[in-house]
Structures are given as C-alpha cells and as structure tokens.
C-alpha cells in the first residue's frame, strides 16, 4: 500500500515560488512509476501539473510549463514541485500521486492535499 | 475550459441510476484508456475505473465505465447518500503529451 504526504507552506508571496514536497512510503521511488502533482484551486476542478520518473524523466502540463520543475531526491524518498512567479490564481490545493509505468496507466495512489495561497 | 467535457452536475434518487459522461476526441479518449476518480474536496482523490471499465479492488460493482469512440461513461447504480462527491474522467492526450482531466461533475442524491 503506498501512502503519499505532502508538505511545504501554506502561504507564499505573489511573484514567489511555490514548493512542495511529497514524502513515499509503502513502495521504493526507484520502483516503476510515475510520481505526479495535480492541483485543485477553489471551486474549480482537479488540473494535472506534470509527473516524473525515478530516472529523471518528466512530463509537464503545457500550459504550466514555463514555469514548473518537478525533481526526485531519492536517498530521501520524496519528490518535489517547484513553481515560479506565482499569483492569486495559483491558489489552490495540491496533491501529489502514483502512477504505474505499465499501460494502460491511471493514478491509483494520493495524498491527502495540502492548501497553498499566494498572497502578500 | 477542460479538454474533456463532463457535464458540471447530475442528480438521482436514493437506489437509482446516475450516468456521468465524458467527452474528448481522438488524440486523447479515442485512443487511450480512461479511468474515473471519486473526489471530495480536501481529501485524496479515489481511483473508481481504470482501464475503461476496470475497478480496482474494494470498489463496488455499482461503479461501472464503458467506452465508445472519443466518449466514456462512468454509470452508478443503486446509488446512495454516500455517493455524493465529484467525479473526474482522466487520460493521455498524445498531442499535449500530457494528463488531461474532464472539469468534473457533481453528484447529488435528490
């Protein structure tokens, strides 16, 4: 059973980056998945923010993708999304996920969501 | 504007049937598969459907999904209070190279 947390701040400035942290447990990070950022700003839907394999492979949503990096540190079996010059409209609950690499792929592991809002 | 289309609500009665679809076109539904998500806000999404029409284990067979060319649906019969939440269609978009969702819709039980 994979258990995903996430972590970081709760508030981050305008024009600030934004950075996160999501902590593995229950299966090795190097195993073969894809570990992913998807976010939900208030009463809106579920967005897909990108993922990244343990060999440094990535995949980013296009229209976030000037502006996000997604890394994997995996002596401490966490990964992390980074996103830069943030404003009110990245407010939002972020969660982190596990994808299976064997098609056909979906998301069947979460976090819980952890609130993040930009604002001075 | 989501690059798959779920209509925002839909209703039933308690032991009734709700039908939730899910529309995209060829470079993402018409040619990958879908799974479905059950989301109450603040909390972790839950995996309903993988594969068009699989459920994972522990999900009851009152979940089902099905898939016809660039369109899916997930069908909930027998529905119950508990059933109240969001519901969000997913898959690969080959020309975004990229996860697309479906803007989700709400399901509420009259």
């Known amino acids: 059973q994979v258990q995903l947390q996430e972590s970081g701040p709760g508030l981050v400035k305008p024009s600030g980056t934004l950075s996160l942290t999501c902590i593995v447990s229950g299966d090795s990070i190097n195993s073969n998945n894809w570990w992913s950022w998807f976010r939900q700003p208030p009463g809106k839907g579920l967005e897909w923010i990108g993922e990244?394999?343990?060999?440094?492979?990535?995949n980013y949503n296009p229209s976030l993708k000037s502006r996000v990096t997604i890394s994997v540190d995996k002596s401490k079996k966490q990964f992390s999304v980074k996103l830069s010059s943030v404003t009110a409209a990245d407010t939002a609950v972020y969660y982190c996920?596990?994808?299976?690499?064997?098609?056909?792929?979906?998301?069947?592991?979460w976090g819980q969501g952890t609130l993040v809002t930009v604002s001075s | 504007q989501s690059v798959l289309t779920q209509p925002p609500s839909v209703s039933a009665a308690p032991g009734q049937k709700a039908t939730i679809s899910c529309s995209g076109s060829t470079s993402n539904i018409g040619n990958n598969f879908v799974s479905w998500y059950q989301h109450l806000p603040g909390t972790a999404p839950k995996l309903l459907i993988h594969a068009n029409n699989k459920r994972p284990s522990g999900i009851p067979d009152r979940f089902s999904g099905s898939k016809s060319g660039t369109s899916a649906t997930l069908d909930i019969t027998g529905v119950q209070t508990g059933d109240e939440a969001d519901y969000y269609c997913g898959t690969w978009d080959d020309r975004l190279a990229g996860w697309v969702l479906g803007g989700g819709t709400k399901l509420t039980v009259l």
């Open positions: 996920a596990h994808r299976p690499v064997a098609t056909p792929s979906h998301f069947d592991y």
């Open positions: 990244i394999y343990h060999s440094g492979n990535t």
